[in-house]
């Protein structure tokens, strides 16, 4: 044969061979753990759906997303492997979070846990990955004590709850700067978890900083039949601003209670969970207009963000709901995971952390309003600023920081 | 604390102490009946309440008339689960008691696991009825339309058990309480009054799940938050007796939403539980216990 | 005691140390973790049914809230360890000791309440415990607490990723307590207590002192329940009140003892043994779907086995064995 017929022919060998290199190129196990019955399932089951989103959009061949990770076709790194999620159910129960978690280290070899939801499950699964030496990338753990531990494996994309009630009470003094009514007292109304314990301590503490005073501090039993009495005694105390950490079912009951007693606060900014839930949007209707709250994720900045609506329809088409500020995080998560392991170039863990450690990702390669994710030598990422939105029609909407607001605040305060 | 704080609570407290009362009374009918403590009764109360959720969002008929539907269809249930499982638990030679508890503790946990596989983990609630998030206003004090409407239906209901306890069933009912063994010799067939039993004590239970509907959210673990204080209430009224069960219902209401206004409301169950367990110092069988 | 019963007894001890030898040498063939684990909790599970079977089975006393013993025994052992330094070895006795406690303070005004009476008391008495804790900052609360990760020792009983160490402590837990079930079948206890179950009022007349002995079987069933639940904890490395003292722990720890066979020395053991892998196997490969099917498997199991085998899965190999007909 001729030179070309040859340089062809070589040609062709060679992409053939490398083309069964990828797809020799070993699946990269990745194990989730979330409370799939029980008394989290909700969460859990979209928590789910939106690990699987991420992962398409990872491993699927599609038209380039703008954000990390986002050119599909697996990870380049590894010569094209695919990124394989394996779920396990926590149940919300540490113990069993952290049997699941050592399953799916040992038998299913995942290289790295994502997870959990609760922060109890967190402390677990975390403890876990720290002795069996496997990163452990928390999604959408919001306790402030779990980086706190002195972990090395340890990664948290997201914000606390720090560094979420730190964002509402900047919102809160913007807000008073800007119409000239600024709120001088606030309620607290947590339920009596680690979610609430945490949130209501940091809550007490700035407002405290702020010169805010608490009139309220009510601590409320998770579930109750009746918030009744509750309800009456945030009316009595009639604060400017009242500050809930509930989950759904607590945040429906509390408005529909205090709405019974004929009591509307003039303002409510809540610490998400149960109010950034469809199922709660759609328990409260009417009651929960012009409510606010802290989010990490706004879904309404297309402008600084034109990758959301593309992510969003993709959830939405798989899950039938829009992104929330759990799955926008969960999605975040699994991205951030995998550039890390593209950039590493291997699926060895320790080889995995270091490349999580050296993780910078500008703002504008996420789908989230943040500055970027790059990780403290805790393992936090402190460049994840929350917005703060508010419901108008139904819909969050996001009011703050002003310049990435896509709608004006309504604050009725001092009015 | 003002005037009208103490009278707002002090209703809130009534209102859901009816409710806590009606729930009670088909478990203790149940007990006094034949001895067994239905341990899935939350969970009948959440089936009810899926019942409403269904029908509501494919007909939009409102919870209030669906009332006969629902109270029907949880009387059958209750019969089917006395015939299916009860019956046979009841003819045990052994550990009688216990068996009852575990057998029923088994049914709830798969009724949980079944409503999930059904209808997801999602909570529902059922929206803009005829009653929904409308109050009264009674100078200051709010009276809120959807308990009002359930504390009226829990009073009636009450009023419907009494009205059978003096029909030949219910004289049938209170023979066969009284005085297991003899009632064959009158010619009642007892597994026939055991399995009506059961389905009125479901349908009293399903009433109220209908009447909570109107207010309350739905989800697969809604029985067991109302649980506990269902197994107080009739403890606390005593096993078997109607009136303890009214009367242990508005108290324990009352405990709690006292508790909660003048401690933490994290609290507001151990007033309650520390009521109940004084009382029983005194009254080991309850209140109004003839068992 | 006559020569048939010295037999059967003697044949128990036997059977009991084969059992004993056959679990121990367990970890040898199986290497995988998971199984390690699953082992674990159900010999665990099969200590705290023993346990709660003193009181329970033998006694007829049926508690529903013995999770407060457990989470106390968990509580006492971590905050000495964590906040006092005292090493988990000895600690998890002091946690033992306080289940004992707690379990005489219940005992004391409730044993006088009847039937369904008691079950209900002690269910609300455990709530009571439950609410105390998490509403309590000083033992961490709703917060929970870490048991901070140490070098391996056996003074502090961590043994980092090794499971080994675990079995052999947990595997010794339930062989105490089934010796201890075994000596009181034996004891002027436990006739006492079947005479009580037959016919209260002869065995009063007998000159039984039913309270003390009660009081007694009580503080036992308490004080291993109380060290199951120190042991809990060092082992999972977190406690919080929902998972060491919340009611449906109770029903867990009564029900491998009912579904096996009150009152039996196997019983226990056995519900333990089909419940537990049952219960964590269908969690962990049904579970991830979500839909609930898991709960189903696991309720409908205890309708069956409670329908089928009343009297406990122990009459599936033979007579009862506590002498009754």
Not at chain 1, 100 to 119: D, F, M, P, W
Not at chain 1, 215 to 237: F, H, N, W
Not at chain 2, 103 to 112: C, E
Not at chain 3, 65 to 71: E, K, R, S, V
């Amino acid at each position: 044969m001729d030179r070309r017929q040859f340089i062809v022919g070589a040609g062709a060998l060679a992409g053939v061979a490398g083309s069964r290199a990828a797809q020799a190129a070993d699946p990269v196990v990745i194990g989730v753990v979330y409370p799939l019955t029980g008394n989290g399932a909700a969460v859990g089951l979209d928590a789910k759906a939106a690990y699987e989103v991420a992962a398409n959009i990872i491993n699927n061949t599609h038209a380039p997303i703008g954000v990390a990770m986002g050119q599909g076709g697996g990870l380049s790194g590894l010569g094209g492997a695919r990124i394989n999620l394996v779920f396990a159910d926590s149940q919300n129960d540490p113990q069993k979070a952290r049997a699941e978690a050592e399953r799916l280290i040992t038998q299913e070899k995942a290289v790295a846990i994502v997870g959990s939801y609760t922060s109890a499950t967190g402390a677990t699964i975390s403890q876990v990955t720290e002795r069996y030496e496997v990163p452990y990338v928390s999604a959408d753990n919001s306790s402030p004590s779990l980086n706190q531990r002195g972990l090395k494996w340890f990664f948290r994309t997201g914000p606390h709850d720090e560094m979420f009630t730190k964002g509402m009470f900047d919102f809160l003094a913007d807000i008073g700067k800007k119409t000239g009514r600024p709120a001088k007292t606030v309620a607290l109304f947590y339920e009596d978890s680690i979610f609430g314990t945490d949130s209501s301590n940091v809550q007490r503490k700035l407002a405290a900083a702020a010169g805010m005073q608490v009139v309220a501090d009510i601590r409320y039993r998770a579930s109750s039949p009746s918030l009744s009495t509750e309800a009456q005694k945030l009316k009595a105390a009639n604060a400017d601003v009242l500050l809930p950490s509930s989950y759904t079912s607590d945040a429906i009951l509390i408005l529909k209670a205090m709405n019974e007693i004929g009591y509307k606060p003039k303002a409510i900014l809540a610490q998400a969970a149960g109010f950034q839930e469809s199922a709660f949007m759609q328990g409260a209707g009417a009651l929960a207009e012009g409510a606010m709250s802290r989010s990490s994720f706004a879904g309404d900045a297309e402008k600084l963000r034109p990758a959301v609506p593309i992510v969003n329809a993709l959830y939405k088409a798989h899950n039938n709901k829009d992104m929330n500020d759990n799955t926008s995080r969960e999605i975040t998560a699994l991205l951030v995971l995998a550039d890390a392991i593209n950039r590493a170039g291997s699926a060895k863990p320790e080889e995995i952390r270091k490349a999580l450690v050296a993780t910078n990702i500008p703002g504008s390669q996420t789908i989230m309003p943040w500055a970027g994710v790059k990780f403290d030598e805790t393992g936090q990422n402190t460049l994840c600023n929350p917005v703060i939105q508010q419901v108008f029609d139904g819909v969050y909407k996001t009011v703050w920081p002003f310049d990435l607001a896509a709608k004006e605040a309504v604050w009725n305060v001092g009015k | 604390m003002t005037l009208e704080t103490v009278m707002q609570v002090a209703l809130g407290g009534l209102l859901m102490g009816l409710i806590y009362a009606l729930v009670a009374a088909g478990l203790s009918l149940i007990f006094g009946l034949m001895d067994v403590v239905n341990f899935a009764h939350g969970e009948m109360m959440m089936l009810a309440m899926y019942a409403v959720f269904v029908i509501w969002s494919m007909t939009g008929l409102d919870p209030l008339l669906q009332l006969p539907i629902v109270a029907a269809v949880l009387f059958g249930l209750g019969v089917a689960v006395y015939r299916g499982m009860i019956g046979r638990a009841l003819s045990v030679q052994f550990n009688r008691g216990m068996v009852q508890i575990f057998v029923t503790f088994g049914l709830a946990i798969f009724i949980r696991g079944a409503a999930q596989f059904v209808w997801g983990g999602e909570f529902r609630a059922v929206t803009n009825t005829w009653l929904s998030d409308r109050s009264l206003n009674m100078g200051g004090v709010y009276l809120p339309l959807p308990q009002l409407a359930a504390s009226l239906v829990c009073l009636a209901a009450f009023a419907g058990l009494l009205a059978i306890s003096r029909t030949e069933f219910g004289k049938a009912l209170e023979a066969t309480r009284e005085d297991r063994e003899a009632v064959a010799l009158l010619g009642i067939d007892r597994d026939h009054i055991f399995a009506m039993g059961w389905g009125l004590g479901a349908g009293a239970v399903g009433i109220a799940g209908v009447m909570l509907a109107g207010f309350y959210y739905v989800g697969p673990n809604v029985g067991a938050s109302f649980a506990l204080i269902a197994y107080v209430t009739v403890a606390l009224g005593g096993f078997g007796s109607m009136t303890g069960a009214l009367v242990a219902g508005v108290l324990i209401g009352e405990i709690e939403a006292i508790t909660a206004a003048v401690l933490e409301p994290s609290l507001k169950q151990i007033g309650v539980f520390a009521v109940y367990l004084a009382v029983l110092l005194f009254r080991p069988r309850g209140l109004f216990g003839k068992l | 005691m006559d020569n048939s019963i010295l037999r059967r007894r003697r044949h128990e001890l036997i059977v009991g140390a084969v059992l004993l030898v056959a679990v121990a040498l367990l970890p040898l063939p199986i290497k995988d973790v998971y199984t390690q684990n699953l082992i674990i909790i159900t010999l665990l599970f099969a200590g705290l049914a023993q346990a709660w079977n003193i009181l329970g089975g033998y006694c007829g006393q049926i508690s529903l809230g013995h999770a407060l013993y457990f989470g106390m025994g968990s509580y006492v052992s971590t905050l000495l360890y964590v906040q006092a330094g005292l090493p988990p070895s000895v600690g998890i006795f002091f946690g033992g000791a306080i289940g004992g406690l707690a379990a005489l303070l219940v005992g004391w005004p409730c044993f006088r309440l009847s039937g369904h009476y008691y079950a209900i008391a002690t269910v609300v008495v455990g709530e009571i415990g439950y609410l105390l804790f998490l509403n309590w900052d000083y033992v961490g609360g709703a917060t929970g607490v870490y048991i901070p990760i140490a070098k391996p020792s056996l003074l502090n009983l961590q043994f980092g990723k090794d499971k080994l160490p675990y079995h052999f402590l947990v595997l010794a837990f339930a062989a105490a307590t089934w010796l201890a079930a075994w000596l009181i079948e034996g004891s002027r206890w436990g006739y006492s207590w079947r005479a009580v179950k037959d016919d209260v009022v002869a065995a009063r007349s007998l000159g039984v002192n039913i309270f003390s002995s009660k009081m007694a079987a009580a503080a036992i069933s308490g004080f291993f329940t109380g060290l199951g639940g120190a042991i809990y904890g060092l082992y999972v490395g977190y406690i919080d009140p929902d998972s060491v003292m919340a009611g449906h722990f109770s029903i867990l720890i009564a029900l491998p003892a009912v579904l096996g066979g009150v009152g039996t020395l196997w019983g226990p053991i056995l519900g333990a043994a089909l419940l537990i892998p049952l219960k964590e196997l269908s969690s962990s490969f049904l579970g991830g779907s979500g839909r609930g099917v898991d709960l189903m498997l696991y309720g409908a199991m205890i309708v069956i086995v409670a329908l089928a085998r009343p009297q406990g899965l122990v009459s599936l190999f033979g007579r009862r064995r506590d002498g009754s007909a």
